[in-house]
């Protein structure tokens, strides 16, 4: 029985070894976490960017393998600014806030709305991009007055979205339709389940753009939110620089250019003034 | 072709970056199914152990496994580590440690499993016959073991590679998160592009498992003469 219990302890005795050595092994690539200032990124020559690769067309990847879209188009010229390369990592909406915070990414320009939660998190820079809600509506009958709907009329969301909670909160005698998904929503519209179909309006402007016979009524409602950079809390150096860069920016109207190279074929000129904020003012 | 949005998959370089994709797929599964078969094998001898303090620790470890999504288990190596540690794993790193601390587990299960099943009478019989401890164990325990694994280890390998497609939660572009961008990419031009896309990813997952799957029959065939 003795002889048994030193043998499991010394297959056991490895075992662990091996397990802390993994953990050790892991250690060796590491560095000390935390933000870069402007000058730690400068001097290592590379800045790390956190982005949508499949979030078209803000941040996306096309058949060549390459980043493109409105947030990609100011990240190239943020690095070509600091003058050091990019190194994209790719986001997901629900883990944007922690890579920052682990100080894994410098900035995240990843289509991130301002919301006063978020900016407990992370510090935002000057924005760069409005967001609204946006009501699309059949062209033949088009709804352009919340207030005109009648007693039957519903409007279509989609559960779970920014629309559904400003719908319940600001007009809770409007009937809603919610659909899980943005493919039954679309469907829900086409068969005239309801009488429009209110999402984001970039979602609805694109929506309507693609598919004649629907006209955006109301292309923005409710409390118009920005999108901005995001750094690392504290990390004041680049949050300055990213501020100043903005505001220089405005007076080539950068952003202009950025929405004609990368969102005109979806959103159409009339809503380039609507979605662009150009050197971090909005009005 | 358009109809079924395969046409997306000849556009540019997207075809070979998918299979790309699929090869980071592929290759942390491997290593992370590498890592688990030893340190699992080991796991589950130790927990064949009377020892009452090792049985408590392997059962709070196996438990600890399967309670957790894995998903919480890749956050807290990646993001939590770093904060709480500092340690600083790179994205395919944090895979790799959090599929072997998985696989680890539930392989050491199946290990115990199968050792506990060898009748009494096999090791007697083997101790009577004149084997030494030793022995029994390479000759008589081990391969009847291993026979009775295979089954169960091929089903934990294939679950834990269809699993990888969590990892682009933490960056990692697997194929599944090429397969969304090729989608995403071109949802204005080739709207049905989901379907083509999706069926190839489900082929290629189909061709990484297969071979695994026959490696398996032929193995448990083989042994069983």
Not at chain 1, 174 to 185: E, F, N, P, R, V
Not at chain 2, 42 to 60: D, E, H, P, Q
Not at chain 2, 64 to 83: D, E, K, N, S, W
């Amino acid at each position: 029985m003795k002889k048994r219990k030193l043998l499991k302890k010394l297959i056991a005795l490895p075992l662990i070894a091996a397990m802390t050595a993994g953990i050790l092994a892991g250690c060796g690539a590491s560095e000390s976490s935390g933000f870069r200032t402007v000058d730690q990124i400068k001097q290592s020559g590379t800045v790390r960017i956190g982005v949508f690769s499949d979030k078209n067309p803000f941040g996306y990847i096309d058949e060549n393998g390459e980043y493109q879209g409105y947030d990609i188009y100011l990240a190239e010229r943020i690095g070509k600014d600091l003058g050091v390369n990019i190194e994209y990592v790719s986001t997901e909406a629900a883990s944007r806030t922690e890579f920052l915070q682990t100080g894994k990414v410098d900035i995240i320009l990843a289509n991130f709305t301002v919301t006063d939660q978020r900016k407990e998190e992370v510090d935002f820079a000057l924005p760069y991009m409005n967001v609204a809600l946006g009501v699309v509506s059949p062209s033949d009958k088009v709804v352009d007055d919340l207030s005109k709907l009648g007693e039957n009329d519903e409007v279509i969301v989609i559960s779970g979205t920014t629309a559904e909670t400003y719908f319940t909160e600001n007009y809770p005698d409007i009937k809603l339709q919610k659909y899980d998904t943005y493919a039954s929503a679309k469907t829900a519209l086409e068969n005239k389940n309801g009488v429009a179909w209110a999402n984001d309006n970039t979602e609805v402007i694109a929506y309507a753009m693609q598919n004649e016979g629907y006209t955006v009524g109301i292309p923005s409602l409710g409390s118009e939110d920005t999108i901005a950079p995001a750094v690392t809390k504290g990390n004041e150096t680049l949050l300055n620089w990213l501020n100043d860069e903005i505001t220089a920016l405005g007076e080539e109207k950068f952003f202009h250019a950025d929405y004609e190279a990368t969102l005109m074929d979806t959103y159409g000129a009339e809503y380039e003034d609507q979605l662009v904020v150009e050197g971090g003012k909005t009005e | 072709m358009e109809a079924l949005g395969i046409d997306v998959l000849f556009k540019g370089s997207n075809f070979m970056r998918l299979l790309g994709g699929l090869w980071v797929t592929v290759e942390l599964s491997l290593i992370s199914v590498a890592i688990s078969m030893v340190l699992g094998v080991l796991f589950g001898i130790i927990m064949t152990s009377k020892n009452k303090a090792v049985k408590i620790i392997s059962r709070i470890y196996l438990e600890v496994v399967r309670i957790m999504p894995q998903m919480v288990l890749l956050f807290i190596v990646f993001f939590g580590a770093t904060r709480a540690f500092d340690l600083n794993f790179s994205a395919e790193t944090a895979c790799v440690i959090v599929f072997a601390f998985w696989g680890t587990a539930e392989m050491g299960d199946l290990v115990r499993g199968a050792v506990t099943a060898i009748p009494k009478h096999q090791y007697e019989s083997s101790y009577a016959l004149g084997l030494t401890k030793s022995q029994t164990y390479y000759y008589i325990v081990i391969p009847q073991t291993l026979r009775r694994l295979i089954p169960l280890s091929i089903n934990l390998v294939t679950r834990m590679m269809k699993t990888t497609s969590l990892i682009m939660m933490i960056g990692v572009v697997e194929v599944m998160k090429v397969g969304q961008q090729i989608i995403e990419a071109n949802r204005m031009t080739s709207p049905n592009a989901a379907f083509g896309v999706y069926a190839t990813i489900f082929l290629f997952y189909f061709i990484a498992c297969w071979p695994i799957s026959l490696l398996a029959s032929k193995l448990e065939k083989k042994w069983s003469d």
